[in-house]
């Protein structure tokens, strides 16, 4: 059985939104993600995690970043439990994130892997191992609350590493 590949594309299946367990209802355009033009040059392709404190905004920011990039129709909300990367049952039910996801877009060239971490101290452990597979971490602080010791324990945990850091309030 032979498949037919795309001279644009080394892996033209790969060409959705990476997410475990993806519901396939949800809004994706029709064509492909990455626009056709995915990159197999492992220096064109970035892996960021989306860290902070519970309720800090991780999974509303990667909605409104796959929207803006184009990799989704239209923004999921946490409370309707539509957001691609809590696609977990117990996820919408809890409206938190309980395991990372990955979520893949590309942005001028670049192909972009999202990793949207747990926030939760009890889920701290599954953000720290996404920490050794990244090269970026964006530590999303809510403006109200401000940092926490998660906040903090985890801009220690990648200062220790080397990971460069983005701080978004």
Do not use: W
């Not at 800090?56 to 539509?82: D, P």
């Not at 893949?104 to 889920?123: N, Q, S």
């Not at 050794?132 to 940092?147: I, L, Y």
């Amino acid at each position: 059985m032979s498949t037919a590949r795309s001279s644009s594309c080394r892996y033209p299946e790969r060409r959705r939104i990476f997410a475990p367990r993806a519901r396939p209802e949800y809004p994706l355009k029709s064509d492909s993600v990455l626009g056709g033009a995915c990159c197999v040059d492992p220096t064109c392709i970035r892996n960021i995690a989306l860290t902070g404190a519970a309720g800090a905004g991780k999974t509303l920011l990667a909605e409104a970043l796959l929207l803006e990039a184009g990799a989704i129709r239209a923004k999921g909300s946490i409370e309707r439990g539509s957001t691609v990367s809590d696609f977990d049952p117990q996820e919408r039910t809890l409206h938190h994130s309980l395991e990372p996801a990955v979520l893949t877009f590309e942005h001028a060239g670049t192909r972009i892997h999202l990793i949207d971490t747990p926030g939760y101290a009890d889920f701290l452990a599954r953000t720290l191992a996404v920490l050794e597979a990244v090269e970026a971490v964006a530590v999303v602080v809510s403006g109200v609350t401000g940092p926490d010791a998660v906040t903090q324990r985890l801009m220690a945990f990648a200062r220790e590493r080397g990971l460069d850091r983005l701080l978004i309030v």
